[in-house]
C-alpha cells in the first residue's frame, strides 16, 4: 500500500497516535509475532500509515514507543505495590505473580519485543531500555524478598535468578500458540486458561519461596 503523506493542512484524528499503538499491539498479540506491517495497521486502525512517520519517524520508531508505553505502566504498577503499606511480603509477592500474569495475557509479546529492541539498538538505547524497565523491576524484587527474609516468611532466594524464574514462566507460556495449537489442539489463550495458569504459577513459586 502506498502512504499519503501527512500535509499540515489535513485534519489528524483525535486520539490517532494512541490509536496506532492500540491496533499495533493488537496486531502482535493475535498474530503472536513481534513485527507489523504499515499496510496492515493501516487497515485495522482505519488511519493513514503516513501517521506513523508524522507521529514516530519510522516503524522502529512506532516500536519503541510501544515498549515504552507497556513498560510504563508496569513499572509504576510494581513501584507502587512494593510502597503500598500495611501489606505483608506474602500478599505483595502473590499480588504481584498475579499481575504479571495478566499482564503477559495481555501484552504476550512484551519480553521478545524487548530483546528485540535491545538487541536492534545502539549501546545507548539499549541501556536506556535496562535501565527504565528491566533494572526497575530487579531492584523491586530485591525489597520484596528482602522484605520476606526479614519477616521470616521467605528463604533466602537470589533476586536475579527469581526474576528470570518469572519472566521465563509467563514469557514461555504466552508465546506458546504453536505448541497449544500442535500439541493440545488449542489454538487460543482464553481467559479460562490464563486463571489456570495463573493459579498454577502462583502455586509453584510461593511454594519455592516460602520459608515454611
Known amino acids: 500500500m502506498k502512504e499519503r503523506s501527512v ?10 497516535r494512541a490509536m496506532l499503538l492500540d491496533t499495533a499491539s493488537a496486531i502482535m498479540r493475535d ?6 506491517s504499515l499496510s496492515e495497521l ?10 506513523v512517520k508524522y507521529y514516530f519517524g519510522n516503524k522502529a520508531g ?5 515498549l515504552d508505553r507497556d513498560w510504563e505502566a508496569i513499572v509504576a504498577s510494581v513501584d507502587a505495590l512494593v510502597a503500598k503499606d500495611g501489606w505483608e511480603p506474602e500478599a505483595k509477592l502473590r499480588r504481584h505473580l498475579w499481575k504479571v500474569v495478566d499482564t503477559f495475557y495481555e501484552v ?16 545507548t538505547e ?14 523491586a524484587y530485591e525489597q520484596l524478598i528482602g522484605d520476606g527474609v526479614r519477616a521470616g516468611v521467605f528463604r533466602e532466594i537470589d ?3 527469581f526474576y528470570f524464574t518469572v519472566t521465563g514462566a509467563v514469557d514461555r507460556f504466552f508465546s506458546a500458540r504453536l505448541v497449544l495449537k500442535h500439541c493440545f489442539d488449542q489454538d487460543t489463550l482464553t481467559e479460562e486458561l490464563r486463571d489456570r495458569y495463573r493459579e498454577h504459577t502462583i502455586d509453584i513459586i510461593m511454594a519455592g519461596i516460602l520459608a515454611r
Open 108 to 123: 504476550p509479546y512484551l519480553n521478545r519485543l524487548t530483546m528485540r529492541m535491545v538487541r536492534e539498538s545502539d549501546d
Open 159 to 161: 533476586p536475579q535468578l
Open 126 to 139: 539499549a541501556r536506556r531500555i535496562a535501565d527504565c524497565y528491566l533494572s526497575p523491576i530487579y531492584r
Open 62 to 66: 512506532l516500536l519503541k514507543a510501544l
Open 31 to 36: 498474530g503472536d509475532v513481534i513485527d507489523i
Open 7 to 16: 500535509s499540515a493542512a489535513e485534519a489528524v484524528p483525535p486520539g490517532a
Open 42 to 51: 493501516s487497515l485495522r486502525s482505519g488511519l493513514n500509515s503516513a501517521l
